[in-house]
């Protein structure tokens, strides 16, 4: 044989990594595990078996929680919280420290470990999950330090839940962990059946360092174990990844419970290349977003969208570099892509493509040997996929990469939106300009410039639509496990005169304010509305399902115009909003009177003075600029929801309706707003001021009538993004809130919350990663 033939033939060698010190850790614990409760282990009970993926040979055996597993659980983090709290930022901040410094020392035990029970080859556990689960420790550690000066009126929310999914075991551990020990929270954490090893490993850290007992506690179990952690009324913060279906069941399962929730959810995530893309690279972005992990990655650009003029060229690269990929025992240092963790996993993956296949997807698999013992799949491409299809719709969660062509910038942003999901999208072009054009266009919590699955503890990560919502990492994250520490109280709802259902005598009426025009009940009944001795002081209209639609139409048409003007306008129009309510001031604080009894001067005073500072929000709501460790910087933007339903408090009229309506329009939303059911009269007298104060039609939208039945159509409705609801029945806002997962907020009943709440609320961040070099 030449030499020349021989360089032609070479291949890789196994090179793989001992599993030594894993399996001496396992055998030390005789293979079998309890739960960690309250700083100690439970003896192993009602038992199941963890393998691993790639043999399908037992590691050990795990036990199933139960729900009196989870009460002692929980009792033990309620028990450590006051202490926990009590130590401070700074002192809880020497914990994270040293837990990130353990986690350090063990990395290789880790990696091993996580590895043979996940399936993922060890260069990715080794050089990706582990550091970036020390660099997540580390991170909080400077939060939790920074805590009382940063987040000054905060406090940590109390005891957590968090459930975890499998494909990042240690890794979706320390997002939650680390920032719920920052903020002085304690944890009940439930890792995915298929891969607890690494979270034991993670307790017996806790032990080591001295992490005081109950702070941490783990419990394992399947789904039956993670229902009974979200029902348990004890939990004051539920955070959840894993699959939308089940965390449409744990919105449904809290909705009323006044637990803080968050969802990172799935996704099938764009991966646009230009034509102006340097295409080699692009093709190393593929092999990153759909082969990292066996694309058992929710934010996996698993839809391949390639602008037509090169499609052909891409195709081919990427077939070729396709067989380059190997596939092979994940111990291996050479292998590029390890085993699918489950074989429920595989089956679920290899059933996917077939349906992709009989609707007319053409199948290209390597020639390259993939085992046939052992969970593998091959790294797969589909094309000719219409958009349609099952498989351009579904989350695949494996290697499997489906591919569409677009012709046009806009044709390429329709079809990346063309999902309920919104986790992430990746941008592939030489050309600056036309990346930054297009991800403000993009319904994606993460844009990746010239890059792709790219995670830092500083950066926010999380979705927009049915990818979920709330954020991990960065600043961004930490409030989600912050609560107010004295909430501002207001007058609560006086129960006045309530309305009743007349007959139509429309003349009298105050209409609706539906699309910028007074518009009749499409019912045609109308509700009485009395004073506060019960003598009747008018009719508003009583509106339906039927006036929401409408009023959502028209909210719709105008969000992208409203959400896209600058808030320099925004804050204007705002203005001028004060301005003419000011000239009617002694008329509005008539009407307030009439309908409360109480002097209605200081309400308006306050209502100018909240336009005033929502006018002065509009355009100070910048974001932030976040450095990462990579080679990059990320633009955090907040960016409005888009279309909000509005419940209006019911006390103060005028204000109530201010108070809501003005920070969510300032912030670049458009409103159906509800107001105040036993007061409306002054929503309605406010229909001239807007006329008057340029708000584009359909800004801003009035429906009175039956308060909580028109916020569950509106809670219900597909084309609603958030709903806020300052009423006494969150639970319903919440249940009807599942369709398509959009944001709910229901601040505590008769509280005000801060200016900084409402700004969070009326957005979400949107982390665009651009690379930068300095
Ligand atoms: P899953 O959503 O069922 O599991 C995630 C976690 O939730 C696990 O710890 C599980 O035990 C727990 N869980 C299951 N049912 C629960 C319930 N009713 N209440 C509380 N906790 C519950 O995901 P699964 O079945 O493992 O994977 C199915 C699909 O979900 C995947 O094919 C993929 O499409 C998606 N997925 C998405 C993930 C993500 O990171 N977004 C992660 C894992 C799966």
Redesign the pocket.
Known sequence: MSVAEIFETMDYGPAPESAAPALAWLSQHQSRFGHFIGGAWTAPTATFPTNNPATGTELAQLSQGSAEDIAAAVAAARTALPAWRALGGAGRARYLYALARQVQKHARLFAVLETLDNGKPIRETRDIDIPLVARHFYHHAGWATLLESEFPGYEGVGVCGQ??????PLL?LAWKIAPALATGSTVVL?????TSLTALLFAEICQEVGLPDGVVNIVT???????A??AHPEIDKLA????????R??RK?TAGSGKKLTL????KSPFLVFEDADLDAAVEGVVDAIWFNQG???CAGSRLLVQESIEARFIEKLKRRMETLRVGDPMDKVADIGAIVAP??LA?ISELVQAGVEEGATLYQTTQACPTNGCFYPPTLLTGVAPASVVAQQ????PVLVAMSFRTPAEAVALANNTPYG?AASLWSESLNQCLELAPKLKAGTIWINGTNLFDAAAGFGGYRE?GFGREGGREGLWEYLVESTPVVVPSSQASASATKEAPTLDQTAKLYIGGKQARPDSGYSRRVLGPDGTSIGLVGEGSRKDLRNAVEAARAASAGWGTTSGHNRAQILYYLAENLNYRSTEFAARIAQQTGLDGTAEVDAALQSLFVWAAWADKNDGAVHRTVQKSVVLAMPEPLGVLGIACPSAQPLLGLINTVAPAIALGNAVIAVPSEAHPLSATDFYQVLETSDVPSGVVNIVTGERDALLKTLAEHDDVDGVWYFGENPALVEAASVGNLKRTWCPKPGTLPRPDAFLRAATQVKNIWLPYTD
Request: glycine fraction near 16%; include cysteine; proline fraction near 4%.
């Open positions: 459930i975890i999914p499998w494909n990042f979706m439930k890792p995915a059946e298929f179990g399947d789904g039956t174990t993670g229902a952690l979200v959840f990844t894993g699959s939308t279906e089940v965390g069941l744990i399962a990172e959810l799935g996704g058992q990655v929710c429920v996993q679920r989350e695949i969660f494996g986790l990818s």
